[in-house]
């Protein structure tokens, strides 16, 4: 370690190298590491594991549209539109980079202060301030009680349901007492909710203008308020496009949230590798490839092996390994065909071959990409919980070597079983990567690598993580990352109760296609479920879909597999072994 003050250090006493905190977070905030050994603490943690939800897709009317689940960024939370839908209802229902690239810039600081002088107090915050600190700031149940006093009856609005499988978000939000207002496209599948008493309010706003959004989302947004007659609490959102439009409505409406400035910084690759340098952490080489006759000049910069990948979020479409000049100029041209094919939805593309015709991307997205040194190492994933400039919690889950030259997951276990020195350092990394770029409160996934030459950071993600990263951390740590959501959007104090010890050892696999074709049944995979330690065992895409391997291109992920055992190692043994029956079963033809 060197002898600048760690991002942990400062989050334990109360001490962070750009702000002073106004609250130190306690030696609780995070789980002990380099653990073989679970506690018996899951009863009195209130965790039912039977009542942990399924994070799979669900069937929609014939009227409603819904994201499917993209086979390519399921831990980082990407959706992607079905490709039967027309271009005139993916216009009208989904969030798109061309309403993202239409907003405007934030608020000026006199702009904010007009807006603070004329907003009151939301009434959860007026609640808080009636309360003794003390108590709201313990890390205890008694102190997630008070906290959950206050987020109980707050007005919070969401942007974008997501697709079906995140239904549990907002089943969780009404168990605690949250009114939710959902605003989405108009025949998004989330309306169904306000029909059975799930969300207090639909909002359906045509996406179509992308010019307009933000104000008449603006001006549904304070309709609604006075219908439901409730000041609001807080707006937020789980999906990665909708993040920039949230940060600008919670700025407009006086709301708890970070700076749009913020949260585009976290979104741009180059402007996040940026914001390390000029804050002294560890960066690799880099450089902006807009154009094909810039990609000598970011050879002999950057040198190789190397990565490049697209600016802006896209799963793991675009990133890919270059060895030498002649591959990063067919792979330059390669990403840049897919991407302009692709299909755009949510933070996430859907790839094209490069061939087809009738992607949406093309003028939605910048096809200006990011070369940087190849990392090594193990990658892994760092969730993080910010509250009031403290990291009050932050767990690392390590994630399996990946399949290059794509970089497609493969699996993930949790608790870590990386050197206890290598976790802290992953976590000071990911908590100071964090308050480099200007959070200071909220839920983070973040991705990073421990390279030869130490903690690296691949992407801050500025919300919660997808897939089973919820499941994991309430199963495995105590911590329910949407409640985590919800407190940091309605301005409430965070201070998680966390298990001094895991609670489970899980693995997870996902089965990426051992050969390019299409997919028969999977139907045999009922048989798995069933097994002893198995909590998962499902497909990622539909029977009759065209799949790839990867010789052939990106790979297409076909089952998600998760499990759990007396120990991390246990746990990634019986994954391991479990996924090769899988493989060895699956029809291709």
Known sequence: MSGIRSALTSALTGVAQTFKPKVAADSEAFPCLDVDTVTSEM??????????????????GADQVDYTLSPYGRRSGTEAVPSSLSKN????????????????????????????????????????????????????????????????????????????????????????????LVVDGPDSWAKTMEEEGVIERFIPLDMSDSDTVLDRALEAILAAKKAVG???????????????????????????????????????????????????????????????EDIEKAAEHVGFPAVIKPIFGAASIGVVRVDDLAGLRAKHAEVCRQMSSARVVDGALLEGDGEEEGGNAGGWIQTTLMMEEYMDGPEVDVDVVMSEGQAVYGAVTDNWPTLEPYFNETGANSPSILPSAQQRELLELSVKSVQALGFSAGVFHVECKYTSRGARLIEVNCRMGGGLVRNTNLLVWGVDLVEEALLAAAGIPSRPNVASRPLRCLGEYLVNAPKTGVLGDLGFLREFAERKGVLLAKPCVAPGSKVVCVADGMPTWLVELQVEADTPRAAVALAEALSKEITERIPIH
């Not at 309403?99 to 904010?112: A, D, F």
């Not at 987020?151 to 907002?170: D, E, H, N, Q």
């Not at 993040?243 to 910084?265: M, N």
Request: proline share 6%.
């Open 230 to 292: 409730g000041d609001l609490d807080g707006v937020l959102s789980f999906s990665e496009m909708a993040q920039p439009l949230v940060a600008r409505l919670a700025e407009k409406l006086g709301l708890q949230g970070p700076s749009p400035e913020v949260v585009d910084a976290a979104r741009d690759k180059f402007a996040t590798r940026k914001c390390m340098e000029a804050a002294g952490l560890p960066t690799p080489r880099n450089i902006l490839i807009e154009k094909a």
């Open 89 to 180: 209802s993916v216009k009208s229902n989904f969030l798109t980079q061309d309403v993202i690239g239409s907003l405007p810039k934030g608020l000026t600081r006199t702009e904010k202060e007009a807006v603070a002088a004329s907003t009151p107090l939301s009434p959860s915050l007026n609640l808080l301030n009636s309360l003794p600190k003390g108590q709201v700031f313990k890390r205890s149940a008694a102190g997630v009680a008070l906290r959950r006093s206050v987020l109980r009856g707050s007005v919070i609005v969401f942007i974008t349901a997501g697709y079906t499988g995140k239904r549990f978000i907002f089943e969780r939000a009404k168990e605690l007492g949250v009114r939710s």
């Open 43 to 60: 009863e009195s943690m209130a965790i039912n594991a039977a009542r942990i939800p399924s994070s799979a897709p669900t069937h929609v």
